[in-house]
């Protein structure tokens, strides 16, 4: 569905979902693992390409942890966040008439492996792989759990938005 082009509109648009995500994240701080950044970067990446999701995630990434706090894991939750939209990038312009369960589905299995990449990378701080994995595993099933939702909510209004910028902006 995306191009690699980049043109104002889609520049403006993917600030937009930044804002959106970063404003989402700080909302629903006080729930752990349950925010809607993930879901967001894989809608985008998903209308948008692979690249503006990948810009999406960094963005995201970093104006958020200014707020919420920055460190170390800041680098892999780009990176996570990166290989999954580059992931929904992809399905998106291999498989564009996906259903959305299985989109849903996608994005609580997104949810686990980003908690996976964390824990990682994370874990030489806490000393043991599977200690560190398996305490942060419910907070990683709260993450799929909430991914599924936010992309049940969100797709919906997200896609009349994209479908909207594809039929003003994108010459056929």
């Known amino acids: 569905m995306g191009l690699i082009r980049m ?6 648009l993917i600030a937009l ?11 629903f701080a006080f729930l752990p ?28 990434t970093f104006l958020s942890n200014i707020m919420l706090g920055m460190g170390i894991w800041t680098i892999w939750q780009v990176a996570a966040w990166a290989v999954i ?28 492996f980003y908690g996976l990449v964390l824990s990682v990378t994370m874990y030489s701080f806490a000393g043991s792989f599977w200690g560190y994995y398996l305490a942060g595993l419910p907070f990683d099933l709260y ?10 909510m969100l797709y919906p209004v997200f896609s009349r938005l994209f479908q909207r910028y594809y039929n003003q902006w994108i010459p056929a």
């Open 33 to 60: 693992n349950v925010q809607p950044v993930t879901a967001i970067i894989i809608i985008a990446g998903f209308w948008l390409g692979p690249l503006a999701a990948v810009v999406l995630a960094v963005l995201v």
């Open 17 to 27: 979902l930044a804002s959106l995500a970063v404003v989402g994240r700080y909302v």
């Open 85 to 112: 939209g580059l992931a929904s990038g992809l399905i998106g312009k291999y498989w564009s008439n996906i259903p959305l369960l299985l989109l849903a589905a996608f994005g609580a299995l997104s949810g686990i």
């Open 143 to 152: 993450h799929a759990a909430g991914n599924a939702v936010f992309i049940t």
């Open 7 to 12: 043109n104002t509109y889609k520049i403006t």
